[in-house]
Structure formats: structure tokens, C-alpha cells
């Protein structure tokens, strides 16, 4: 089996700002896996917050393509896969072998992973930290194209601002409130109150990873789903989020790719919580992946490719709203 890659770079329409760092383009490296006639893609994205750059993800790769070229067998090789420090290669690795074994038996990556019935779903847009006149241009514009749900990034001064401006553009959509862990558990609680009357349907990660009892006092004392995202990347973070918090958000970049995501689904549901499906800003070849499992969550933020200037893939959908997928083997998408 050959494993290859080729590097492009992802230019998204307009800069986000988070919490922590703005963005205005990310590079992204096209993992290739072919075997006995049929190609599966994959991809994976750099992340300063991941700690992935260009050479490093090349140099992960060049581990997998020699393990690759020991197997004939993709399936073989998806059980097979080294552990490496840098979930987010080897989800690309998983999506590409994924793609194959579709490919090769002629069926969708969903059913694959235990989702072969398929509806149309929403996906959640992100407004990323601006002005609230900004915002209340961005969420009109996203009303009219037809979203339903809107993902909102907090924590400048203008928070509570920004949210009327946004609910007052978009009266009837479900907003979902992300700081990236920016707030106090304190702040959150206080914040969080005062936003009671704008229709709040989650916050997620409200305060920094890695307190644990500070993140299920916050949980108890608001009155929206808390979701945990930085802190729920392995199944044993899902397990001990279990009692402190209604859900947790699932990354294939964070866990590792579909084979770990179907895992963590599984602890989440055994301790009681919901799931939301969330991403990097990626192609639709990355997002892809994610989309194949959606029917699976409750709360669907895949719309990395829509922050795109240009996606050099198609086949999910999105545009209007609504993630689309095809009966196509594998992952369902093509290069432009």
C-alpha cells in the first residue's frame, strides 16, 4: 500500500478571531492512500495550538507511509495504526483508509462508522470576536442564506453587545456561545445569567482545560447545556467529565480521526451526555470525515470550509445551512 501527500494552503474569506488568536490562513497537507487500483483521501491542517506545522506533519507521515508499504490490506492497516503525539495526522491517516475501504466496497464512509441512515443536517456558522454592528452584518447575511444556528466566539468587552446584536438579526436561531475557555468560572456564571434572555442554547468551554471541579460548578449554576471541548479529547477525559457536564465536543483533530471519535461517542453516551461534532477551519475533504458521523450528535459545528475563500473540495454541502452528503463511496467528495 502507498501512503503520499501533497501541501496547499486554505485562505479563509475573512480573519477569525477567538478568544486567544486571530486567523487569517492555515496551510493544509492532502494525505493519499492507494492500494490495488483505488486512492482514499484524508487531510489534516497546521495548528499552533495543536503544536502541528508543515515539517512536522511531514516528517509523522513519512512514519505511517513506512508502516503503509508493510500492508496490502487497508483495513489491516487502519487496526495497525502506530500511536503517534499528533491526533490530528493520524485522523488524516484514518479518513484516507476510510475513503478506501468505502471506495472499495462501493459504499458510503457512513456506514462504515454505524450511520447508514442519513438526513440532512444543520451545521452551525461561527461569528468570530468583533464589533456588534459587524456581527449583526455577519448574522443577517447568514440568516438570509438560510442558517439556523449560529455559533458565536466571546470574550472582549463587548460580549453581551455583540449577543443582542446578533439575536436582534436572528431572532429565531439557536445560538451557541463558545469563549474558548477566556472566562473565570465566576464571569461565566455572572455572564451567563445576564444572557439568559437572549435564548442561549449552549456555551462551551467556558474557562480554561484543566479544572475539572471549577467547570461542573460552573455547569451547575447556569441554565444552558456547558459543553466541555479542550477538555474531552480521549476517552478517559470523556469519562471523567461524566456528572460535571452536559456534553462534550468531539474533534477528529483532537482524538484522532473516526475509529477514536466512535470510541469517545460511546464513553459520552455511557455517562450521560450529549455530543456536539465540532472542527478545525478545513477543506471540505477534512471536514468530510466529521459529516459522516453527524447523525450521532446533537449539536453540529462543521463548517470549517465555509470560512474558505476558495475550498478546493466539494461534496458536503453547507453553503445554505445544511450539510449534504451523496450515496457516493467514501468520504463523498471531489476536487474542484
Known amino acids: ?47 499552533v495550538y495543536y503544536g502541528l506545522d508543515v515539517p512536522r506533519i511531514i516528517v509523522l507521515l ?17 487496526a495497525a495504526l502506530p500511536e503517534i503525539d499528533a491526533p490530528g495526522v493520524t485522523a488524516a491517516v484514518d479518513a484516507a483508509l476510510h475513503d478506501l475501504i468505502g471506495q472499495r466496497l462501493g459504499v458510503p464512509v457512513r456506514e462504515l462508522v454505524g450511520s447508514p441512515q442519513w438526513s440532512d443536517t444543520p451545521t452551525a456558522y461561527t461569528i468570530g470576536i468583533s464589533s456588534p454592528e459587524q456581527a449583526a452584518r455577519q448574522a443577517a447575511a447568514l440568516v438570509a442564506r438560510g442558517f439556523r444556528v449560529l455559533k458565536v ?32 468560572a465566576e464571569h461565566t456564571v455572572r455572564v451567563m445569567d445576564r444572557m439568559s434572555d437572549y435564548g442561549v442554547n449552549a ?32 476517552v478517559a477525559d470523556v469519562r471523567a467529565l461524566a456528572g460535571a457536564v452536559a456534553g462534550v465536543n468531539i474533534k477528529l483533530a483532537k482524538c484522532g480521526g ?9 464513553a459520552a453516551r455511557e455517562g450521560g451526555m450529549d455530543v456536539m461534532l465540532g472542527c478545525l477551519v478545513a477543506s471540505s475533504l477534512g471536514i468530510a470525515p466529521a459529516v459522516h458521523l453527524s447523525g450521532q450528535a446533537r449539536w453540529i459545528d462543521l463548517d470549517g470550509h465555509l470560512l474558505l475563500a476558495h475550498d478546493p473540495w466539494q461534496g458536503i454541502g453547507g453553503e445554505d445551512g445544511t450539510l449534504r452528503l451523496t450515496d457516493a463511496p467514501g468520504l463523498g467528495v471531489v476536487a474542484r
Open 1 to 47: 500500500m502507498r501512503l503520499d501527500w501533497t501541501v496547499y494552503r486554505l485562505e479563509l474569506t475573512t480573519p477569525l478571531r477567538i478568544s486567544r488568536s486571530t486567523m487569517a490562513r492555515r496551510d493544509a497537507v492532502r494525505v493519499v492512500v492507494s492500494c490495488d487500483g483505488h486512492v482514499g483521501h484524508g487531510e489534516v491542517v497546521t495548528s
Open 258 to 266: 473516526l475509529s477514536a471519535a466512535r470510541e469517545l461517542i460511546a
Open 153 to 184: 466566539k466571546l470574550g472582549s468587552e463587548h460580549d453581551e453587545a455583540v449577543l443582542a446584536a446578533i439575536r436582534a438579526m436572528a431572532p429565531d436561531a439557536r445560538l451557541l456561545l463558545d469563549p474558548n475557555g477566556g472566562w473565570s
Open 62 to 78: 513519512k512514519e505511517f507511509q513506512a508502516v503503509a508499504a508493510d500492508f496490502d490490506d487497508p483495513a489491516a492497516l487502519l
Open 203 to 234: 456555551v462551551e468551554q467556558p474557562i480554561a482545560p484543566g479544572q475539572l471541579e471549577s467547570l461542573a460548578w460552573v455547569s451547575e449554576r447556569v441554565a444552558v447545556p456547558v459543553i466541555a471541548d479542550e477538555d474531552a479529547a480521549t
